[in-house]
C-alpha cells in the first residue's frame, strides 16, 4: 500500500501502544513541548472522534485521585477508548457550530468552565486549497469563540463573527487557560495569531512531527488565557491594573480553579486610588509648609 495515508511509523506505534490513530503523538508531542494539561485539569476536546486526543489528554491528568475530566465533543458518536482512557472521559454527540456557550459551559465541572480546549477539527477536504483553508478558519474561529467569548474584548466580535442562536457572551476557558486549534495553513492563518496575541499570555505555531508531509495542517497554541481591557462605560482593567491581575493568575494557577477576578480588579483600583489621593495631600502638605 502506497500513498499519502499509507501506514507509516506513527501509525504503526498506534497500534502498538494502544492508541486508536496515529494522531496521538501530536497531541503528545504538543503536551510535552508546552505542558498544556495539567494534572487534574478539566479538557474540553472539540472535534474528538476517534478519540485519540481523549487518550492523551486523560493521560495528562495524571492518577485518578488527582481529578479532572475529559469531555469530548462530535458530530459522530465516539465510543470511549478502552485503553489510556478512565471514568473521567465523557463524549456527547453535538454539532459545535450549534452549540452554545450556556450548554458548553454547563458540562464542565460545577459549571465554571474548562481549564484546556483543544480543537482538532478539520474540514472535510475537497483539494480545493482556498475553500478548505476558509472552512477550517471558520472552524477555528468557532473554537475561539466558545472559548472566550463573543463580546468579552474589543474587536472580539468583528473578527470572530456571530453564531446563530448562540447569545451568551462569556467564554467557556477559565482565566489562565490554554487552547490548541488546528489550522490549515493559509494567508489568513496570520490574524488568528495577531487577534489571540492580545488575549492570551503565550502565543505559538508548531508542526507535530506526526503531521504528514502532504498535509498544510498546523496547530495555534495558546496558553494563559488574559483578562481583557473594556471598552469606554465598563469598568476597565487599564495596563497596570491588567499586569497586576495576570501576575496574580498566573502565580497562583488559575486555570485550575475558578476566580472572580472582577473582585481583584475593585480592590486594585481602590488601592491605585488611596495611593494617588495620598500622593495629593503630601503635596499639597508640602506646599502648605512651605509658605
Not at 240 to 261: A, K, Q
Amino acid at each position: 500500500m502506497s500513498g499519502p495515508w499509507a501506514p507509516d511509523f506513527f501509525w504503526r506505534e498506534a497500534q502498538r501502544l494502544g492508541y486508536v490513530a496515529r494522531s496521538a503523538f501530536k497531541l503528545l508531542q504538543l503536551q510535552k513541548q508546552f505542558k498544556l494539561i495539567g494534572a487534574g485539569a478539566s479538557v474540553l476536546d472539540l472535534g474528538c472522534a476517534p478519540g485519540a486526543w481523549l487518550q492523551v489528554a486523560c493521560r495528562s491528568l495524571g492518577p485518578l485521585e488527582k481529578g479532572g475530566t475529559v469531555l469530548g465533543i462530535d458530530l459522530k458518536k465516539v465510543h470511549i477508548p478502552s485503553h489510556h482512557c478512565d471514568s473521567r472521559v465523557k463524549t456527547i454527540c453535538a454539532d459545535v457550530m450549534n452549540l452554545r456557550k450556556d450548554q458548553a459551559r454547563a458540562f464542565s465541572p460545577q459549571g465554571m468552565g474548562f481549564s484546556v480546549i483543544l480543537s482538532d477539527m478539520c474540514p472535510i477536504v475537497s483539494g480545493i486549497t482556498t475553500k478548505d483553508a476558509a472552512l477550517s478558519c471558520e472552524l477555528g474561529k468557532r473554537a475561539l469563540s466558545l472559548a472566550i467569548g463573543n463580546s468579552s474584548c474589543k474587536n472580539s466580535s468583528e473578527f470572530l463573527g456571530s453564531f446563530e442562536d448562540d447569545t451568551s457572551e462569556n467564554g467557556v476557558l477559565r482565566r489562565g487557560g490554554n487552547v490548541v486549534i488546528k489550522l490549515l495553513e493559509s494567508k489568513d492563518t496570520e490574524a488568528f495569531a495577531k487577534f489571540c496575541k492580545q488575549r492570551f499570555r503565550n502565543v505559538s505555531w508548531s508542526r507535530p512531527k506526526a503531521t504528514r508531509s502532504s498535509s498544510k495542517e498546523i496547530y495555534l497554541i495558546c496558553q494563559g488565557l488574559r483578562c481583557c481591557k473594556f471598552s469606554q462605560g465598563d469598568v476597565a482593567c487599564g495596563e497596570v491594573g491588567d499586569f497586576f491581575i495576570n501576575w496574580w493568575l498566573d502565580h497562583r494557577r488559575m486555570e485550575r480553579r475558578y476566580v472572580s477576578w472582577l473582585d481583584i480588579h475593585q480592590k486594585i483600583n481602590q488601592s491605585i486610588e488611596l495611593h494617588r489621593n495620598i500622593f495629593f495631600l503630601t503635596i499639597l502638605l508640602i506646599l502648605y509648609l512651605k509658605w
